[in-house]
């Protein structure tokens, strides 16, 4: 079996066997057909000529009649074309000696690959044209995920998704991170507000984990040193954005502090900076996919991230004329503004703002030494959209319990957690990941709903 990703001039000759989904058929005549062989993301395009040792006219219909998405396996010999080829990613034809349809694909799917693999700028040049070309909606794209999910640049994104991942989890373990698995059936919220999913755990109210933050704080507590954790996350978010979903995946980490929360800014720096390198290095093909389908500029950070102050990034804005509140959060515009601004001032699409207002970080956020108007955390934004949230946490049992009160927490609820501190605790902080948002953002994507393989949000379970 060969890879069609693999087929090139050097195969020149050589018989090949290939297995992949019949992405286009097309009949010339009785006597001739091509038939678009697709793997991943690579497509290759098969020739069928009768002739008299190998292919026969019934050969020709048999092909040209079969249904598009079935999986056909095919035996032939590479050969180069007089013709640079369009609409397949391999430059090379297979001329067909052997044909068998191993699985039929039903007439009339409801999605087209082709059509659902187009980008904006072909619709552009057909408008001019007057092409008809069928536009394939989000949720037509959603409601047949299994079909959307065979485009290149879908099949590109899951596998950068992939990569981020795996680099999280070696780049921790390199540095002597230990990887968790905390609870996701817990007793109440972790990141307060109403956002989450209530269940009842054999007559018990419980919900799904918002977070693995009181968890992971803990393992601090439990002697661990540093730990990680990617899982699933939970929030019962209420409005439809094009970065919410109702379940992502969190990818978290927990540390102790010697003397500054920028250690824990150390670490994010290190790991995204190396994440970033081995993505551009090693993902060329996947990200050349994506672009070709939704083009993009290419991610633009610092060896060193940039770390400004939530005042700084509130003076910026300030004087580009967006007035904003210095003790409050940065709405989505104010936050995309100062990406802007960041990336003309500073030239890097990545950096971290520390500082934020205590009033507007979670009751187990440390207050800044000095003014503790402000706190020990960070939000870290890709294009002026956050990506990570982080802090240096309060691990004082009666600081914690004055933040939790004023935060409207009924203590009680949160009694365990608030007794890990009373055994000895580590200062400590750490940081949490949204998954999809890093790889819809790196890619720059419009919408985490692409950079998750079947997303949840508040209108949509299925499939
Ligand atoms: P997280 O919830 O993890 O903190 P986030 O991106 O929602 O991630 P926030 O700090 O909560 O970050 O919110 C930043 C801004 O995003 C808010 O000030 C608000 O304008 C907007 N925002 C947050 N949540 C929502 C939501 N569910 N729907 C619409 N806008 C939201
Ligand atoms: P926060 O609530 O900011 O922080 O979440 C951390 C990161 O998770 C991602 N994220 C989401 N992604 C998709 N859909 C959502 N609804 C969603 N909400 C959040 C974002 C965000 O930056 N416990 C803290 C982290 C910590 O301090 O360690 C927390 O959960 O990328």
């Known amino acids: 079996w060969t890879e069609i990703g693999s087929l090139d001039a050097e195969r020149a000759e050589r018989m090949v066997l290939i297995r992949g989904a019949a992405q286009a058929i097309r009949p010339v005549s009785k006597k001739m057909a091509f038939l678009v062989v697709r793997q991943y993301v690579s ?71 082709e059509d659902a693999a187009r980008s904006e700028m072909e619709f552009e040049k057909a408008e001019q044209t007057g092409e008809q070309l069928v536009r394939v909606g989000q949720d037509t794209r959603l409601n047949y995920r299994v079909l959307d999910l065979r485009t290149p640049a ?148 610092l060896r060193n991230t940039l770390r400004l102050t939530f005042l700084e990034g509130v003076e910026m804005l300030k004087e580009a004329g967006t007035e904003v509140d210095p003790f409050g959060d940065l709405n989505t515009e104010a936050e995309k503004t100062l990406g802007r601004l960041v990336r003309e001032k500073y030239d890097t699409d990545f950096y971290i703002l520390h500082r934020y207002p205590l009033a507007v970080r979670p009751f187990y956020t440390m207050p800044c030494y000095d003014d503790p108007t402000y706190s020990n955390s960070f939000d870290v934004f890709i294009r002026g959209e956050e990506i990570i949230s982080g802090a240096q946490r309060v691990h004082l049992p009666e600081l914690l319990t004055k933040r939790a009160e004023a935060c409207g927490i009924d203590v009680k609820t949160i009694s365990t957690y608030i007794d890990s501190f009373r055994y000895g605790a580590p200062p400590h902080g750490g940081f949490g990941v949204g998954l999809e948002r890093v790889v819809m953002l790196f890619c720059a994507l419009n919408n985490i709903r692409k950079t998750s393989l079947f997303p949840r949000d508040p209108q949509r379970l299925v499939p």
């Open 43 to 113: 497509t290759v395009q098969c020739v069928l000529v009768v002739n008299k040792e190998w292919v026969s006219p019934q050969m020709v219909k048999f092909a040209t009649g079969l249904s598009k998405e079935s999986i056909v396996d095919v035996e032939g010999v590479v050969s180069i074309p007089k013709d640079p080829i369009k609409g397949t990613t391999q430059q090379v034809e297979v001329q067909v000696r052997k044909l068998y349809c191993i699985n039929r694909a039903m007439p009339n799917l409801p999605i087209n690959i």
């Open 154 to 301: 879908n099949q590109a994104t899951f596998r950068i998704q992939c990569h981020v991942e795996d680099i999280f989890r070696r780049f921790l373990l390199s540095e002597g991170f230990v990887g968790i698995h905390t609870p996701k059936l817990v007793p109440g919220s972790s990141e307060g507000g109403a956002a989450v999913f209530k269940l009842d755990y054999k007559g018990q109210p419980a919900c799904l984990a918002q977070s693995p933050q009181l968890y992971k704080q803990m393992a601090i507590c439990g002697g661990f040193g540093c730990v990680f954790e990617v899982g699933s996350v939970f929030r019962a978010e209420d409005s439809y954005t094009h970065r919410h979903l109702c379940e992502f995946v969190g990818l978290d980490v927990e540390m102790e502090i010697k003397e500054h929360y920028f250690e824990v800014c150390d670490v994010v720096d290190r790991l995204f900076v190396a994440m970033f390198d081995y993505l551009n290095e090693t993902c060329k093909k996947e990200l050349d996919s994506i672009n070709r389908q939704y083009p993009f500029e290419p991610l633009k950070y």
